[in-house]
């Protein structure tokens, strides 16, 4: 059943990514979570992502404008790194608000509220359509980068900050698709490197060969997932993948700021 299940979410949720730039971390780790402990979970999607960004580089990042990625995804690593760190001297702070649905217990803190309604106030210009014709000039994308990389490391969650800015700085749909997908690929790298010395490493080696034979079967799934939504990138419009990623963001800033997520 677990193989069904979990090949099942990466494989829809890794088409959606692709045009949004976020989204399969957030949904394939509940999904892990619902066989494994949770910190197995973290770990083994950890892995699905990672690889996952590396395949959709090699099919889309040629379209990646990379004066952008310059200008973004240089200060969000760095504040990737910054916001990572402030998460390990944060740690100790309790919930402000937590609750049970079917016996799982759902923690609110206040990083995720804060972040969940910069989400939603985000979302407003992807989904009002007099404000979807605004535009961020390029000039703020490095200040984009140190919001979407300091909130990312602090949270885990700057896949939806990240498309927030990108989706209004001038891009097309393959340019804006390419260029999420390499910033994704350099912010993960710095995270993941972080993470690693407190939490991924010992993680990892609680990972069994079912679960490995778990990740597998979701990162081959994720890179069908992929694959097809990279075909099908020239028929959709930038209208169209703004609305994707509006309700996305939508969806992903009630989760986090109701402790869902």
Avoid at 161 to 174: P, Q, W
Wanted: hydrophobic share 60%; glycine share 10%.
């Amino acid at each position: 059943m677990e193989y069904v299940v979990i090949s099942i979410t990466a494989l829809f949720v890794s088409v959606l990514a692709l045009f949004s730039g976020f989204g399969l971390g957030t949904v394939l780790m509940p999904a892990f979570a619902l066989f494994f402990p949770i910190s197995v979970a973290i770990a083994a999607t950890a892995v699905v992502h990672l690889a996952n960004n590396i395949f959709k580089i090699i099919l889309v990042g040629r379209d990646a404008d990379w004066k952008v990625v310059y200008r973004f995804a240089l200060t969000a690593a760095l504040a990737a790194i910054a916001g990572a760190w402030l998460l390990g001297w944060l740690s100790w702070m309790p919930a402000i608000a937590s609750y049970q649905i079917g016996g799982q217990l759902f923690e609110l803190t206040l990083v995720k509220l804060v972040i969940g309604i910069l989400i939603i106030g985000f979302a407003l210009f992807d989904l009002i359509p007099k404000l979807q014709k605004l535009a961020f000039d390029r000039k703020y994308l490095p200040f984009g980068g140190i919001l979407s990389g300091f909130f990312g490391g602090l949270s885990g969650n700057q896949g939806a900050m990240r498309s927030a800015f990108l989706i209004k700085s001038g891009l097309d749909t393959n340019a804006f698709v390419g260029t999420n997908a390499v910033c994704a690929f350099i912010v993960d790298i710095v995270r993941l490197v972080v993470y690693s010395a407190t939490f991924y490493t010992a993680n990892f080696t609680h990972i069994g060969n079912d679960v490995w034979m778990l990740v597998l079967a979701a990162t081959v799934f994720a890179f069908i997932g992929s694959f097809v939504g990279s075909r099908l990138v020239k028929k959709i419009t930038i209208h169209t993948v703004q609305y994707v990623v509006g309700v996305m963001l939508v969806t992903v800033g009630i989760g986090l700021s109701t402790g869902l997520i």
